[in-house]
């Protein structure tokens, strides 16, 4: 059983659309996140959701809009795509009592052309 | 501002040698500490993790690291190392009312050579 799993694994479009991907997690755990991994490996928290309330949201284009619709899922809608977006997209989840250890999903490597 | 930081980004070496990676915070207070490891194309997985008791921590496939307070470091090692331990390693760090945030390095890529 996957733990947290992400869609789609690749994701390859042209600027100026606008796409989504899914997470899920079957852990039970209370906090999701998205990180962004660009080319050099840095990894980077772009949100946080709690219980399906934002508690982390960093300096991030507001082309890029989270949905929590229940605490198993944590999708991110980009609007606009650009070419600077494309990167290796995380999600994980952990639960707050747990000290915060976090699961990662597989990743979506997003390339804008 | 606070960070974490990792040295030696690319790290090479042979199959048997040892392998240290350094790991330091600049965050006060208690601190929750972690290692993870990134294979070739694949995600982030647990090494191990420091909550408290033991400040040597010992982790999956022969990884320990050791917190040393005083220093604000979390450093990895494993004594020998194998071909299969090609991969990126990242140090992160939990702070103190960081909304659950957590902090990570830039990582160190370290290939070992057959």
């Known amino acids: 059983d996957t733990a947290v799993s992400q869609t789609p694994k690749y994701l390859v479009t042209q600027m100026g659309n606008d796409k989504s991907i899914k997470c899920e997690q079957n852990?039970?755990?209370?906090?999701m996140y998205w990180y962004k991994q660009d080319s050099k490996k840095f990894l980077k928290i772009m949100f946080s959701?709690?219980?399906?309330?934002?508690?982390i949201n960093e300096t991030v284009p507001n082309r890029f809009s989270p949905k929590s619709p229940d605490k198993a899922h944590l999708n991110l809608h980009i609007n606009s795509l650009e070419l600077g977006d494309s990167a290796v997209y995380f999600c994980?989840?952990?639960?707050?009592?747990?000290?915060?250890?976090?699961?990662f999903g597989p990743g979506t490597r997003l390339t804008v052309l | 501002a606070q960070s974490v930081s990792q040295h030696n980004h690319h790290v090479i070496l042979s199959e048997a040698a040892s392998l240290e990676l350094g790991c330091n915070y600049s965050?006060?207070?208690?601190?929750?500490l972690f290692w993870y490891v990134q294979y070739p194309g694949q995600h982030l997985q647990l090494l191990l993790k420091y909550f408290s008791g033991d400040p040597l921590v010992k982790g999956i496939k022969g990884f320990e690291a050791e917190f040393i307070k005083s220093k604000f470091s979390f450093n990895l090692r494993k004594p020998s190392v194998q071909w299969s331990d090609t991969a990126e390693y990242f140090c992160?760090?939990?702070?103190?009312?960081?909304?659950?945030?957590?902090?990570f390095g830039k990582g160190n890529q370290v290939v070992v050579i057959p």
């Open positions: 965050y006060g207070g208690t601190v929750n």
């Open positions: 852990l039970g755990h209370d906090t």
């Open positions: 994980a989840s952990s639960q707050v009592d747990r000290a915060n250890e976090q699961f």
């Open positions: 959701y709690n219980n399906k309330e934002l508690i």
């Open positions: 992160a760090v939990k702070a103190p009312n960081g909304n659950n945030r957590l902090a």
